[in-house]
């Protein structure tokens, strides 16, 4: 979801940043609060705020959760393209989940505030499985939900290595799209790397 279908960068970074300011802390700069993203809520406070061996670590996530809870959808909009590959995908008949380690809750509110529910099987996040990606997990898990079995053949896309090492778990292509919040290739395993939503569906159809 973040950095594959949404520009969810500066509403991440206006929490962090309100958040260290409730903390007492510096603030920092867009591109310090993105490199913290990708790993789960957990990580990501204990890269912006205290580690999470620090006792100020649980009431930094509370205070950062409070924070992005309030305002997950202001400025927060889909990346050039994602409209129409959804549409094009919907139409062709191929099944699409979303699997994010965002929290569950926030990713179900960012799905129904964009009316996104038509278009995917089911939408899970960091906390719908025992562990997050790049745990195969929350993938078998989607499958699951959706209906479908193991043999049923899968892409995972996304821009991060989560998302990479995810499918490697799963042993299914992965498409890594160069638009998001990660821009180092992980070239160790991607099936496809992608330069615009575009290519995504171009990649599916010849498949």
């Known amino acids: 979801m973040d950095g594959t279908l949404l520009d ?4 991440i970074a206006r929490a962090a940043n309100n958040a260290r300011k409730e903390l007492g802390l510096s603030q920092l700069s867009l591109e310090e609060v993105v490199r913290a993203v990708g790993d789960g809520v957990n990580l990501f406070v204990s890269r912006v705020t205290y580690p999470q061996e620090d006792a100020r670590f649980l009431d930094a996530r509370k205070v950062f959760m409070r924070h992005y809870a309030a305002n997950v959808t202001g400025d927060t909009k889909p990346y050039d393209g994602v409209p129409e590959l959804l549409n094009f995908l919907r139409d062709s ?3 699409m989940g979303v699997v ?6 926030l990713v179900d509110e960012l799905v129904r505030f964009f009316n996104w529910q038509p278009f995917f099987k089911t939408w899970l996040g960091g906390d719908s ?3 997050p990606k790049p745990d195969k997990g929350p993938l078998v898990h989607a499958l699951n939900v959706s209906g479908l079995d193991l043999t049923h053949p899968i892409v995972m896309v ?4 989560q998302d990479v090492l995810a499918a490697k778990a799963m042993q299914c292509q992965a ?3 160069s638009w998001g919040f990660n821009p180092e290739h992980p070239a160790d395993y991607p099936s496809f790397r992608a330069d615009h939503p575009r290519d995504i569906s171009r990649f599916l159809m010849t498949r």
Do not use: F
Request: aromatic letters at 4%; charged letters at 20%; hydrophobic letters at 30%.
């Open 100 to 105: 994010s380690n965002k929290p569950a809750a």
């Open 175 to 177: 498409i890594w799209v």
């Open 8 to 11: 969810t960068r500066h509403d």
């Open 93 to 95: 008949g191929i099944p």
């Open 129 to 131: 499985t025992a562990k």
């Open 158 to 161: 996304g821009d991060g290595h």
